[in-house]
């Protein structure tokens, strides 16, 4: 919900695309149908093996999406992570993004839902680099490389990040909030 309590929508834009994207699929599908029914059907197996697999994951993703359009207020979200959020905000950014898990496409609708409440769009963009930075990797890497190298490398990773979201920041225009 925004400020005013109504609920947030998807565009009619975002829709239609959705719409033409999954045409087009189908498309593809009946296409390669026609030419290699048996390469088709393998295909479109595969697919659903993947949707199975990845099912559950969109739900959980859904489920947060829900809670945070529920529970979580504008006001706090703008606080925390929006233009003038400061060091907490970018903190909150990278930790969040050192700490997130899974395949990144599976943050774009809980962050493009941020996005359109406000957040800071270099905050946006230094989550996403964050996420580079893997915690369960780590003692590999020191294993491999030594401590002073994995410590250097995870600044210059996390350094990174701020320098490209203050770019962001600087070339991508604020989205409006609902």
């Keep these: 919900m925004d400020a005013g309590g109504a609920a947030v929508t998807v565009s009619e ?7 033409i994207l999954l045409l087009i699929v189908i498309s593809l599908y009946l296409l390669a149908a026609l030419f290699d ?4 059907g393998q295909a479109l197996m595969k ?3 993947v949707l199975k697999n990845i099912a559950p ?8 999406m829900t ?23 970018w903190g909150i950014a990278l930790g969040g993004g050192v700490l997130s ?23 946006i963009v230094a989550f ?22 994995t410590v250097i490398l995870t600044f210059y990773i996390l350094l990174a990040a701020v ?3 203050k770019i962001a920041e600087k070339i991508i225009p604020p989205q409006s909030t609902i």
């Excluded at 029914?37 to 088709?40: D, G, N, Q, T």
């Excluded at 994951?57 to 947060?64: A, H, W």
Aim: glycine share 10%.
């Design 13 to 19: 834009r975002e829709k239609s695309f959705g719409r």
């Design 37 to 40: 029914p048996a390469s088709a």
């Design 47 to 49: 697919s659903l093996s």
């Design 57 to 64: 994951v969109l739900l959980i993703v859904l489920f947060l």
């Design 67 to 89: 809670l945070l359009s529920a529970y979580i207020q504008p006001q706090k979200i703008f606080h925390y992570l929006g233009r003038k959020s400061g060091l907490k905000g």
């Design 101 to 123: 898990h899974g395949p990144g496409y599976l943050w774009y609708p809980i962050l493009s839902d941020l996005r359109a409440r406000g957040v800071n769009e270099g905050l």
């Design 128 to 149: 996403f680099y964050a996420r580079s930075v893997k915690v369960p990797w780590l003692p590999m890497m020191a294993s491999y490389f030594g401590i002073a190298f």
């Design 163 to 165: 320098i490209q979201g």
